[in-house]
């Protein structure tokens, strides 16, 4: 598939790391600009672009950047895009509309008009970067997926399995409140019976 990325730290550095390896042709944007990530391109093979090359011809982009960024995005409605990133008010200063209720999910689609998918939120980049396994490992971590568009959901199913994690069924976008900090699946590598579980008990 054809990935843009926005973010390069981290989780987006793991994702172009990881999804290369797995053939995919990705292209990888920060805040800095292209220049700044020759040597992430160099290390994978992906193209270092500006946010708005990474997303014109992605079939796939994914973000991983502080939420408070998310409104400086280039035009995303109708890409599917993942959504990989987590609400921390510390950090990001208070979003009034999550404040009161919306998932950052949600809030993100309504800011993009992007088909929004979340997913690889609650994993920590070192376990997403080293720790896939094969299908029926019993180490194998789950990774929960919520999204309100059953196809876009599917094609994001699909890669966190070809990254060798189970993907979990975690419902729409407005309950992905479910997946985001603080609550059992977060940050807890659980297995795919405990995090339906823990979905089911946030
Ligand atoms: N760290 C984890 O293990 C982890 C796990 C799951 C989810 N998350 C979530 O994923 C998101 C990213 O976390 P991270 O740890 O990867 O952060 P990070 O290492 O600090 O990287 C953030 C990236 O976002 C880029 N960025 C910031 N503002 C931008 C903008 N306006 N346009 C384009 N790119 C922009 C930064 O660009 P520059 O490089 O140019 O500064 C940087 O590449 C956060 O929401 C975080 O809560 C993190």
Redesign the pocket.
């Known amino acids: 598939m054809k990935i843009g990325i ?7 550095g793991t994702l172009t790391r990881r999804l290369t390896a797995l053939g995919h042709d990705v292209s990888v ?4 600009g292209p220049e ?1 990530l020759t040597d992430l391109a160099r290390e994978t093979g992906a193209t270092a672009a500006t ?1 708005e090359d990474a997303v014109r011809d992605a079939d796939l982009v994914a973000i ?4 408070k ?1 998310v409104p ?2 280039p035009d995303l409605s109708s890409k599917v895009v993942i959504d ?3 609400y ?1 008010p510390s950090r990001d200063g208070r979003i009034e509309a999550i404040e009161n209720g919306a998932t950052s999910a949600r809030w993100t689609a309504d800011q993009t008009g992007a088909v929004v998918v979340k997913a ?6 070192g376990h997403l970067l080293a720790l896939g396994r094969p299908a029926g490992d019993p180490a194998r971590i789950a990774v929960p997926v919520a999204a309100d568009d059953a196809q876009a959901k599917q094609i994001v199913m699909r890669l966190v399995e070809q990254l060798g994690f189970d993907a979990v069924d975690a419902g729409g976008l407005d309950e992905s409140w479910r997946q985001q900090p603080g609550t059992p699946v977060y940050g807890t590598d659980l297995d795919a019976a405990r995090a339906r579980a823990g979905l089911a008990a946030a």
């Open positions: 926005i973010g390069s730290g981290h989780i987006g944007a920060n805040s800095r700044s946010a991983a950047i502080p939420v960024a400086d995005l990989a990133n987590n921390y690889f939120n609650t994993i920590e980049s």
